[in-house]
């Protein structure tokens, strides 16, 4: 008998068999599953982070590139300071209305970060204009809207908030900027505001879709007195450029002979993430305390210089 295969007792031992016992198995099984769920973590985490910081980087360079617009249309502004003589009155130049979110940009919700935004209209010559019409001169008009920016204006199957750039063509001596705005005494009154008919505001239009997720949108003008003091107009007023500056409510310490030195622009925007959870809460205590975690502020001032 081979003594390798015998107990002391010499009696034969049996062959241990190979594998796994299933305590082994057991344990491998719960090591194999904690190892997956750590690197299910730890990818969910990975893949959060990027989108959220694509998110970020998106929304700056929208930002950014809407910044840029505004700023090449306002340092190409248009202001000639003096009466036509088509009409004799002063023509207005530069007209910014203050907007009531409440009722003005209906369904927006809570989280519109100030109660009261700007409505910009001026004249410039824009880089993107149509170069086979006649003329250079355009009117602009930059504000904010809840809207389906795919459809159309008048539909909110997908409404969001967003910034408007409206840009009226040069034309001709019937239609257009040249026709229909140019020597206006009032812009809002006599041509965005209804178009010259009726009481509604100038209609948005997908086409003139800017960016998305603005949710204010401010501008502050400098006026210089002619003692050379500074006056900053406050973002809640509004202000009209024709022949004199005028401000309502009005401002003691700006002179009516004022001229306007520069332009504060501030547009504040949130990225997709935090714009799908503003949709998706109704209380506007939460709206708010997300638009203050996640909102980013974005600012240019613009110097600007009187035409001929």
């Known amino acids: 008998m081979n003594p390798s295969r015998a107990h ?32 299910l ?18 929304k700056n360079l929208d930002a950014r590139a809407a910044i840029e617009l505004m700023t090449n249309d306002l340092r190409a502004i248009v202001i000639r300071p003096h009466q036509l003589l088509q009409n004799n009155l002063p023509a207005e130049w530069v007209n910014m209305q203050v907007v009531d979110t409440q009722s003005t940009i209906t369904a927006a919700g809570g989280y519109v970060a100030s109660p009261q935004v700007a409505w910009l209209m001026f004249f410039t010559v824009p880089i993107d204009r149509t170069l086979s019409l006649p003329g250079d001169v355009c009117a602009v008009s930059y504000r904010l809207g809840y809207e389906d920016p795919i459809t159309s204006a008048s539909g909110k199957s997908y409404p969001m908030m967003g910034l408007y750039r409206h840009l009226v ?4 001596s019937t239609a257009g900027t040249f026709g229909a705005v140019l020597g206006l005494s009032d812009l809002y009154g006599g041509f965005w505001k209804g178009q010259g008919s009726g009481s509604a505001d100038y209609p948005l239009q997908a086409a003139d879709f800017l960016i998305a997720h603005v949710i204010d949108f401010q501008v502050i003008f400098r006026a210089q007195n002619p003692d050379g003091t500074v006056v900053d107009v406050p973002a809640s007023s509004t202000f009209r450029l024709a022949d004199a500056i005028s401000v309502s409510p009005p401002l003691a310490a700006l002179n009516a002979s004022a001229r306007l030195v520069s332009i504060d622009l501030l547009i ?11 949709r998706q809460v109704s209380s506007q205590t939460v709206q708010q305390q997300l638009v203050r975690q996640n909102a980013q502020n974005f600012t240019r001032r613009v110097l ?3 035409g001929n």
């Open 8 to 39: 002391a007792g010499g009696r034969p031992r049996r062959a241990r068999r190979g594998g796994f016992t299933l305590i082994e198995l057991m344990v491998a099984i719960a090591i194999t599953a904690l190892l997956l769920g750590i690197v």
């Open 41 to 58: 973590q730890v990818t969910t985490s990975m893949l959060h982070t990027w989108q959220r910081q694509r998110g970020i980087l998106r």
């Open 169 to 172: 063509p040069m034309g001709t």
């Open 268 to 278: 504040t925007l949130v990225n997709e993430e935090t714009a799908q959870s503003l």
């Open 304 to 306: 600007v210089s009187y």
